[in-house]
């Protein structure tokens, strides 16, 4: 299929660099995997050549994890959000506008000003919305502020405001959280802790009663939607029956209401025809859209998959870009 449009693809910046432990990551992953991913991430031409190789027209763009959201100094986490916008709209979308679009990169740490920040990005930089890395370290590397709580709630209002979408991307669990993957440390990231993680957070969402009060909003899963609609059916019906648990009490309708009406998700590394009929079955067509999360993922290796998948042309359209075109107003 030519004319794809893809959404979570990830860069990198020379201000982000220290942000992340290469070496670490290289030891989970393979240092020639780490090696080749960290150049892609830096690189706009070979980016370009692999979209022509592979149908793809355009590719929304989004700093790499864990980005903003684990900058302890909230000062110093402002001022790298705003700078790391500058730097994509420089380095990488005006370099091809037409083909390269991008979310915009938020501190949590400051809500009111994640808020300007995302405003002043949609509105001068023209961005598309916001990805934001999971949970945001507000004191310490081994705490978090999620998404649901209270002081965000501030942000998720001037979101609603701006109608744009908020790509809820992974990040690992807190170091305190971890003790499971111990002697198996490459399970912590995307081979399965990614998952839980962020499957996790998203259910907080729908438990909290933010799409309550602001039903607008549009939250993006990545992976066929970590999961959830395979196991949401059964967390809805253990919730019914356990109706009067704690934490139960602000959401008004079932969680399966929230994932069809407020959710989008995307293929982003999970090339399983299985599992892409069954995130249909479970939310429909006109919420799944197609990615590759490039260069963590290999755009030839999406798109052969995706392009000779056994579903229907009009859907094969609707998920490799008519989805994307109506939700972005591209």
Request: proline share 5%; aromatic share 8%.
């Amino acid at each position: 299929m030519k004319g794809k449009i893809v959404l979570e693809e990830h860069l990198s910046t020379p201000l982000n660099n220290g942000l992340w432990d290469a070496a670490s990551e290289a030891a989970r992953n393979g240092q020639a995997y780490m090696d080749d991913v960290e150049s892609r991430l830096l690189d706009v031409d070979r980016r370009i050549e692999d979209m022509d190789r592979n149908g793809i027209d355009i590719a929304i763009l989004s700093l790499t994890s864990p980005g903003a959201q684990s900058i302890i100094d909230p000062r110093e986490a402002v001022g790298f959000a705003r700078k790391t916008n500058d730097e994509i709209t420089g380095k990488f979308t005006s370099r091809c506008p037409k083909r390269l679009r991008a979310f915009a990169t938020v501190a949590l740490q400051s809500p009111r000003e994640a808020a300007d920040e995302l405003e002043r990005a949609v509105k001068e930089l023209g961005m598309l919305g916001a990805l934001i890395n999971g949970y945001t370290n507000v004191g310490g590397a081994d705490s978090a502020q999620y998404l649901d709580e209270a002081p965000v709630w501030e942000f998720w209002e001037r979101v609603a405001q701006l109608d744009v979408p908020v790509y809820l991307h992974p990040r690992e669990p807190l170091p305190s959280q971890q003790r499971i993957y111990e002697g198996y440390e490459s399970l912590v990231g995307s081979a399965w802790g990614f998952a839980h993680e962020t499957a996790t957070h998203a259910i907080r969402l729908m438990l909290s009663g933010l799409f309550d009060r602001y039903p607008n909003l549009s939250i993006i899963l990545g992976h066929l939607g970590e999961g959830l609609p395979l196991m949401l059916p059964r967390l809805e019906h253990r919730l019914r029956m356990q109706h009067e648990g704690i934490g139960l009490g602000a959401a008004k309708r079932p969680v399966g209401e929230y994932l069809s009406h407020n959710f989008y998700i995307t293929t982003s590394g999970h090339f399983h025809t299985a599992g892409l009929h069954a995130a249909i079955a479970e939310i429909g067509t006109d919420r799944v859209m197609f990615s590759v999360d490039y260069p963590y993922e290999n755009m030839a290796v999406a798109s052969e998959w995706f392009d000779n998948a056994v579903i229907a042309g009009n859907d094969r359209e609707k998920i490799g870009r008519g989805n994307a075109m109506q939700l972005f107003r591209l």
